[in-house]
C-alpha cells in the first residue's frame, strides 16, 4: 500500500500545476470534470494555441499514433478534433461552438470512452483576468461506463496534466513540467 501512495505522489509530482481541477459530480452513467486556471496570456493568444497548435501541448502518450503532432482542431462548425494515423485515422470530437477568445465547445468520447456507450461534452471559457486569462474547463460524460464512477478520477487527472501542459507551453515555449515540478516535496 506505501509503494502505491509513493508511486502516485510521484506521478502527480511530474503533472504541471493547473490550477483547480476537481471531480464536480460522478456516478454510475457518467462525470463532470471542472478545471480553473489562471494563463498569463490574453485570451485570444490562449485560444489560438490551444486550437491551432494542439500537437505541441498535447502529451503524445494520450493519443493513439504516439505522437501529439498528428492532431488538428479544425476551426468551424462541425470541425474534427481529429488524429492521422499511419493506415487511418481518429475522431475524438467535434467542434459544436467557437468564438475566438471566448469559448470552444465540443463533442465526443475520448480516448477509451470512444469504445464505450458513452459521449461527452467539453467546454473551454476564457475571460480576461489582471494578469492575462481565466481559462475555465468543464468534460461532462454520459452514458454506459463500466466500472462506473471510477472513470472521473482518471478523466480528471489527464484533463488536468494537459490543461497544465497548455499553460506550461503558453507561458514558457515548453509544455513538459519545469525542473522545479520534476523535484519531489
Not at 494520450?62 to 462541425?78: C, K, Q, V, W, Y
Not at 474534427?80 to 477568445?101: D, I, Q, S, W
Request: with cysteine; net charge neutral; glycine share 10%.
Amino acid at each position: 500500500m506505501c509503494k502505491k501512495i509513493v508511486l502516485a505522489v510521484m506521478v502527480f509530482a511530474l503533472v504541471p500545476v493547473t490550477g483547480i481541477s476537481e471531480v464536480a459530480d460522478s456516478g454510475a452513467n457518467g462525470f463532470t470534470v471542472k478545471i480553473v486556471t489562471s494563463i498569463h496570456a490574453a485570451p485570444e493568444d490562449v485560444y489560438k494555441k490551444l486550437v491551432h497548435n494542439v500537437g505541441d501541448w498535447w502529451n503524445s502518450q494520450h493519443t493513439f499514433s504516439g505522437d501529439a503532432h498528428n492532431l488538428s482542431i479544425e476551426e468551424r462548425p462541425m470541425g474534427c478534433f481529429c488524429e492521422k494515423l499511419a493506415n487511418g485515422g481518429v475522431r475524438h470530437m467535434e467542434v459544436l461552438y467557437f468564438a475566438p477568445g471566448k469559448m470552444l465547445r465540443m463533442s465526443g468520447a475520448l480516448g477509451p470512452f470512444q469504445g464505450m456507450g458513452a459521449t461527452g461534452t467539453i467546454t473551454f471559457n476564457f475571460s480576461p483576468e489582471q494578469n492575462g486569462t481565466k481559462l475555465e474547463v468543464i468534460y461532462a460524460l454520459a452514458g454506459y461506463l463500466p466500472q462506473g464512477p471510477n472513470w472521473a478520477a482518471a478523466a480528471d487527472h489527464m484533463l488536468s496534466e494537459q490543461i497544465g501542459r497548455l499553460k506550461s507551453y503558453i507561458e514558457t515555449g515548453n509544455p513538459g513540467p519545469s525542473a522545479a515540478e520534476k523535484k519531489p516535496a
